[in-house]
């Protein structure tokens, strides 16, 4: 494909993902994999050349672009290799018009912008939230150490106890270490956020929003496959992408519920007053992970907001009737906002007067409100809102 073929392929990919976004239907990411598969003509230097161009696009467009083609002239403002490829050559893109509209720049959506800074994100860190994430990585426990894994490439340790950091876009799927579970893909941030519950072998754990399990390996790997760890969501897809997971990772403790949404306690009734601990990475906007899905910014609205800070209210509650007394309930969201992090904690701290705040010894984030906040400008990681109750 020419260079001007490839932003033309580009701008048609946006209209895509612009009205998929505006539809809450398919996420750009599976949107440009569909058409990869479908036009085999594209080879590999043309594949990793139109999802930069879309995604620097994406990136480069505070709200929802008009269309592809405004999306990619916002994009053209700030890199002079592209205006000159609008040359209405075969396949390209038609000249540009006196006058053509050019999207609106900036890190989000007006409202929410101002519910970031409201938050107490200054410019700088909200400029951060776009930028390229690096690709990190957690030692499995249950099958190596950090200080004597050797790999295939060089990298760098971060600053949690199994964080390996290297350079974005590294192939690890293909590294005999990913295949026997050795290592997994996890931001160094989420790594922290799992060693904030300071899971022990012989607790009894719940992972209340465990999704795909992410976090849920991490946790056995620290308990060293000795307890029960419960890992539960509402999601069935997500959480039978669980089993395989573990099984790569020798991860041998865990038991997996399945919730029906509005009704969670049904299902978790045998572990009712039992927890030594709770980890509730709540659902949440991901205004802290737009590193990696900038699109993000393009799907959240007011109303969804909202109904995603009552969810966080009710399984906050909800979890105070699972732990033992003076068990340990951790709050993460991978949010800046407030209403999701700092104010959601304090609300659930003033319905519960008979919980405190318990102080986090992390070796990255700053005190936030009555936890810690990670955020990707200050600690490399993506953006985080943590805290602990007992
Ligand atoms: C931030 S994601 C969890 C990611 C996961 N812990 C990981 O590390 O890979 C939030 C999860 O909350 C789940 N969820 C949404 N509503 C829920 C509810 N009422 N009870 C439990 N989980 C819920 C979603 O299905 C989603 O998997």
Known sequence: MTPAARVQTSIELLDTIIASARAKGAPADRILADWFRNNRFAGSKDRRAIRALVYAAIRACGPVPASGRAAMLRLAE???DIRPLFDGSNYGPAPIGDGE???EGGVAPAWLVERLRGSAVDDAEAAALLERAPLDLRVNTLKAERATLTLPEPFETTAAPQGLRLPTGTLVEQWPAFREGAVEVQDTGSQLACAALAARPGE???DLCAGGGGKTLALAAAMDNQGRLIASDTDRGRLSRLAPRAERAGATNIETV????????????PFAGQADAVLIDAPCSGTGT???????RWRLDEGELARLCAIQARLLDLAVGLV???GR??????SLLDEEGADQFSGFLGRHPQLAARELALPLGRAHGQGVRLSPSRDGTD???IACAG
Do not use: H, K, S
């Open 78 to 80: 700030t890199d002079d």
């Open 101 to 103: 509209a050019v999207a």
């Open 204 to 206: 009894t754990v719940i």
């Open 258 to 269: 399945l919730l029906d949404p509005q009704r969670e306690m049904e299902a978790l009734e």
């Open 290 to 296: 737009w590193r990696r899905n900038p699109e993000a």
């Open 324 to 326: 033992r007394p003076g």
């Open 329 to 334: 309930i951790v709050y993460v969201t991978c």
């Open 383 to 385: 953006g985080f809102f």
